[in-house]
């Protein structure tokens, strides 16, 4: 291994234009000098762009790598429970369109950052750009949620649920676990040593879930025009769609998060952009092409839904409430073939996650904050980030098995959505901060700002409604419904406490402090490392 020290902080007297440097991006003053540079964590643009695969994702791939992240297990699973949660035809198609307004506002924060920052990590990326102080702090809580609630476990479940409606069996609980356990480790072991393979995986399966939702969209029409006659009146649905729409703002909160969680995945390409060519001229455009084009699948497929089957016949549908669309339509030999497609998309979902998620793995390994950062950096044996593939296997394989599975599909989802509201207020409150810090900044996209003030007070809401009382008492699981937003807080405070021990406490009781350098791995990874210096 090569040993290099740390690179002195990049600085300019010369009067330039703002400028996106080897640092970070250079902010201007009036005079045209250097007022200050604002740096995203401790490795230079250039040196965070060492080893792993290159820049081998074109503007097809990039694009599928949005589109495969988005349309998943959401579509297909999620409409049932919220459904049950809003109570209407009319609330539940208001929270969909509403989402995907958010998602639109979300993603236009994620490209103003992305494009200032282009380098993979994402969120990680833009908390260290804004909350530099205390040292450490935003990467390490992120750290902490990303790595704990950055799993896969619903896809999992979900492909496993839909193969068993596809086979006809009657599987015990362990047979279906063990079917969800199966997906994980196929997905690790083939981005862990054939990369190429699953970047051509996901673009086919990418392909699939597309020409499977225009199949509903179109079904959906055909409905709706009278050609089925097992469904007599394909518009009960629609009239006085608000009828029985629910009053609770805590059901409207739980829905909208797994509203959103259908839609996750717009900001994926940001995830990986050391690995994208031309990263901001291709993230501008596969960004909003990939989420325009779910968005238009995702609005149309629910009318079909609810053209094919009342309110309340798909909220009782579970988990595959696109298989029973299918069973209602077509019979129960299409339900069945149906419900192959959809294991399939959740597993070109699980594919996409765990693509961008070990990148991110990676990348906070490669700050040092985390124990044996060389050890999760690694790109052996081929280039790809093994280890942080390794480092979501494990949460992954622990939430299969352990979460109680009757709940387990509401509860993950839950969960998984409360605190990454919580990043993502930060993170649009650090666009208005960097607006205001840095106004000269290079910026080769800027997002409108009343676009991100949209953005931040759907998150404020997602943040208040989940601790509302809902009718009853009783969330949509069997667990109370005040669980997963503390859980959540939980995570990001653990993230603190972590952060406190390692960075304050260790050092004070140890009477040693941390001598930072960085150093190249043998794939070419550069990763910052702290050595402990007793002190004098």
Not at 299 to 327: D, H
Not at 353 to 371: C, D, M
Not at 467 to 480: A, H, I, Q, R, V
Request: charged share 10%; hydrophobic share 50%.
């Amino acid at each position: 291994m090569a040993w290099k020290e740390k690179s002195t902080f990049w600085r300019s007297e010369s009067p330039t234009a703002a400028s996106v440097t080897q640092e970070g991006v250079s902010a201007v003053d009036n005079d045209a000098t250097v007022k200050q540079d604002i740096q995203a964590g401790e490795l230079t643009l250039e040196e965070a762009a060492h080893g792993g695969l290159g820049r081998h994702l074109g503007l097809v791939s990039t694009t599928f790598l949005i589109i495969g992240r988005i349309i998943g297990t959401g579509i297909f699973s999620t409409p049932s429970s919220i459904t049950l949660s809003v109570g209407s035809v009319g609330a539940s198609l208001f929270l969909w369109l509403l989402g995907l307004v958010l998602a639109f506002c979300g993603q236009m924060v994620w490209l103003e950052f992305g494009c200032m920052f282009p380098r993979s990590g994402g969120e990680k990326v833009y908390l260290e750009a804004v909350y530099r102080r205390p040292k450490f702090l935003a990467t390490i809580v992120f750290a902490v949620q990303a790595i704990l609630l950055g799993f896969t476990a619903s896809g999992c479940i979900v492909f496993a649920s839909n193969i068993i409606v596809a086979a006809d069996s009657q599987p015990t609980e362990w047979q279906e676990r063990g079917i969800a356990i199966a997906v994980i480790v196929f997905v690790t072991l083939i981005h862990t040593f054939i990369p190429k393979v699953g970047v051509h995986l996901m673009n086919a399966l990418g392909w699939i879930k597309v020409i499977i939702l225009a199949f509903i969209v179109v079904t959906g029409w055909v409905v709706l025009g009278g050609g089925v006659k097992s469904i007599p009146d394909p518009h009960a649905s629609f009239r006085n769609s608000f009828a029985g729409s629910s009053h609770s703002g805590n059901q409207y909160a739980t829905a909208l998060f797994k509203v959103l969680n259908s839609y996750a995945g717009w900001s994926n390409a940001a995830y990986v952009l050391n690995e994208v060519k031309r990263p901001v001229h291709t993230l501008k455009i596969a960004g909003p092409l990939g989420l325009g084009i779910c968005g238009v699948l995702y609005t149309l497929a629910n009318v079909s839904y609810f053209a094919a089957a009342t309110p309340a016949e798909v909220a009782a549908s579970g988990t595959t409430v696109a298989s029973y669309f299918f069973g209602k339509v077509f019979g129960v030999t299409a339900k069945r073939v149906l419900s192959v497609f959809v294991a399939l998309s959740a597993l070109g979902n699980v594919l996409t996650i765990t693509f961008a998620q070990s990148r991110v793995n990676q990348e906070l390994a490669k700050e040092g904050v985390i124990p044996f950062p060389r050890f999760w950096a690694s790109g052996w044996p081929v280039g790809s980030p093994s280890a942080g593939l390794l480092l979501h296997f494990i949460p992954s394989f622990i939430v299969i098995v352990a979460i109680p599975f009757g709940d387990a599909f509401n509860f993950i989802v839950d969960v998984e959505g409360y605190p990454s509201s919580v990043i993502s207020m930060f993170v649009v409150v650090g666009l208005f901060i960097l607006r205001w810090e840095a106004p000269n900044a290079n910026r080769p996209f800027k997002v409108w700002w009343p676009v991100a003030g949209v953005f931040a007070a759907g998150q404020a809401f997602l943040l208040i409604a989940p601790f509302l009382y809902p009718p009853g008492g009783k969330g949509d699981t069997s667990l109370p419904y005040w669980l997963y937003p503390i859980v959540g807080i939980a995570v990001l405070v653990a993230g603190v406490v972590y952060w406190a021990f390692w960075w304050k406490v260790l050092p004070k009781i140890g009477r040693y402090s941390f001598q930072e350098r960085k150093v190249e791995l043998k794939d070419g990874t550069i990763v910052t490392t702290f050595d402990r210096i007793k002190n004098q």
